[in-house]
């Protein structure tokens, strides 16, 4: 009888470390982009004023206006743009920091890459970000179910017809490992084992 409640106890304790919360395993990473895998238009080729090699990186553009630390498209109005960035390790990606640095507001559409190099569109929306000063925009999701090696950000350069729209630097937010969900049938045998030993417990104490 002994062995057989030692294990039940053991079961128990299993369980009470799988449905913990904040104990999924996953661990959360932020890395800025380390290469260019794609771009629509760059203003300046190599590694030139506002090449798209510029947002590769930590932000180096501290101050709002046209700075060639930054990336910009060839065109200042009437194109959609696009840059993709890619970063040294993939995770299951919670978000994005994209940080604008003139122009601010241009984001319409950012997508995920996958290590199969398949595109997931992951966010289209109305991009908030204020003119005036460079603001990081950032956007966060629940965790990819594949792993994430680069990101794709559209741009609308008519969104302010005076500027051009400019990218600084774009941080990944994302997790190593996945945590997976348990079975609900797991989830609901754990109280009803927990008040079991509750139970075996008080009976031993009254013997």
Same mark, same amino acid.
């Given at each position: 009888?002994?062995?057989?409640?030692?294990?039940?106890?053991?079961?128990?304790?299993?369980?009470?470390?799988?449905?913990?919360?904040?104990?999924?395993?996953?661990?959360?990473?932020?890395?800025?982009?380390?290469?260019?895998?794609?771009?629509?238009?760059?203003? /300046?080729?190599?590694?030139?004023?506002? /090449?798209?090699?510029?947002?590769?990186?930590?932000?180096?553009?501290?101050?709002?206006?046209?700075?060639?630390?930054?990336?910009?498209?060839?065109?200042?109005?009437?194109?959609?743009?696009?840059?993709?960035?890619?970063?040294?390790?993939?995770?299951?990606?919670?978000?994005?920091?994209?940080?604008? +640095?003139?122009?601010?507001?241009?984001?319409?559409?950012?997508?995920?890459?996958?290590?199969?190099?398949?595109? !997931? +569109?992951?966010? +289209?929306?109305?991009?908030? /970000?204020?003119?005036?000063?460079?603001?990081?925009?950032?956007?966060?999701?629940?965790?990819?179910?594949?792993?994430?090696?680069?990101?794709?950000?559209?741009?609308?350069?008519? !969104?302010?017809?005076?500027?051009?729209?400019?990218?600084?630097?774009?941080?990944?937010?994302?997790? +190593?490992? /996945?945590?997976?969900?348990?079975?609900?049938?797991?989830?609901?045998?754990?109280?009803?084992?927990?008040?079991?030993?509750?139970?075996?417990?008080?009976?031993?104490?009254?013997?």
């Amino acid at each position: 009888m002994k062995r057989r409640w030692r294990g039940i106890a053991g079961l128990m304790a299993a369980l009470a470390i799988l449905v913990a919360p904040g104990l999924s395993g996953a661990a959360s990473i932020e890395q800025w982009a380390s290469t260019v895998i794609g771009y629509s238009s760059q203003y /300046s080729y190599g590694w030139h004023g506002w /090449s798209a090699g510029n947002a590769l990186g930590t932000p180096d553009t501290f101050g709002y206006g046209d700075y060639e630390s930054a990336w910009a498209p060839l065109y200042d109005n009437g194109t959609l743009e696009y840059i993709t960035l890619g970063y040294v390790t993939p995770v299951y990606a919670t978000g994005v920091l994209i940080r604008e +640095t003139w122009g601010n507001g241009f984001v319409y559409q950012v997508d995920v890459v996958d290590t199969s190099d398949v595109y !997931h +569109t992951i966010w +289209t929306g109305t991009d908030t /970000s204020l003119p005036g000063t460079p603001v990081d925009f950032t956007l966060t999701w629940a965790a990819t179910s594949y792993l994430v090696k680069g990101i794709k950000v559209y741009v609308d350069t008519n !969104h302010n017809l005076g500027t051009w729209e400019e990218i600084d630097a774009m941080k990944l937010y994302g997790d +190593t490992t /996945s945590a997976v969900p348990l079975p609900p049938s797991l989830l609901l045998l754990a109280p009803g084992l927990l008040g079991l030993a509750g139970l075996k417990r008080r009976l031993g104490k009254k013997a």
